[in-house]
């Protein structure tokens, strides 16, 4: 491993069990993507004392569900899995169909809403802080994501570690410690979540181009993760521009 590759992983190690000692109870909200192995690798290789959860939304692909099982065989540690209510799933289905959210943003938040968002609730309460993946680069709606938040809609710290990493870092990272990875992401999908809401990418596309690719990018968010104020980070950020604050 270059020397450049050992100091990123020894700074997110040391901001990890910083993490895990302040707040006790932090947990991982994994989504099983690139960014969450490395963050995933690093707390249990070193054993630290930081949970790790994921959220089932009853319509991820295959080869995510089983990531879940290769992360047990490779650390002997098995994630938490939350899932929706299978009540409110039903009630969408019946109400609007099975795949209503491509008909309107709307719909589909309300989907995001069911499967994703409420679960997540669930799986937050009665922990100190959270850690996610989430990189600046990833999309246009977090391109002022900080690396330590406080989550208004939650009330816990909310941290993002690898908010300055880059693609070649995370990469360069799971090559050199040989993480487990999601097969599709060597399919053409960086950024992988529902089956039906994703797809691969051509090259040259944008890496969040293949979620929700019938939306425009700015609508791009699930709900999961709010500004610091409790608003969809992009409504933030646009809301900046019309006041003149930046370009």
């Given amino acids: 491993m270059n020397e450049w590759l050992h100091g990123k992983a020894v700074e997110l190690a040391f901001t990890l069990r910083e993490i895990a000692t302040e707040h006790p109870s932090a947990a991982l909200a994994s989504s099983l993507g ?14 630290l004392d930081i949970g790790i959860f994921t959220l089932d939304t009853g319509r991820l692909h295959p080869e995510t569900v089983g990531l879940i099982d290769a992360i047990e065989r490779r650390y002997g540690y098995r ?17 609007h169909g099975p795949d209503a959210f491509y008909e309107s943003t709307a719909l589909r938040k309300q989907c995001c809403q069911i499967r994703k968002v409420e679960p997540l609730r669930r ?21 002022e994501l ?33 993480v487990p990875t999601n097969p ?44 610091p104020d409790g608003r969809l980070a992009r409504e933030k950020q646009m809301a900046t521009v019309g006041a003149g604050l930046v370009e």
Avoid at 197 to 217: F, S, V, Y
């Fill in 34 to 47: 690139a960014e969450d192995m490395v963050v995933t690798d690093v707390v249990l290789r070193h054993d």
């Fill in 79 to 95: 994630l938490a899995v939350f899932r929706p209510r299978p009540e409110a799933v039903d009630d969408y289905v019946q109400r």
């Fill in 123 to 143: 799986a937050l309460a009665g922990k100190a802080a959270w850690i996610t993946g989430l990189r600046r680069a990833q999309a246009v709606t977090r391109r």
């Fill in 146 to 178: 900080e690396v330590r938040e406080f989550d208004a809609a939650h009330g816990i710290p909310k941290f993002n570690p690898l908010a300055a990493w880059s693609d070649a870092d995370v990469w360069a990272y799971l090559h050199a410690f040989d």
């Fill in 184 to 227: 599709l992401h060597a399919r053409g999908y960086p950024s992988i979540g529902c089956a039906p809401c994703t797809r691969a990418i051509a090259p040259g596309e944008d890496p969040r181009a293949g979620r929700w690719w019938w939306e425009r990018p700015e609508t791009k968010e699930c709900g999961l993760h709010l500004a």
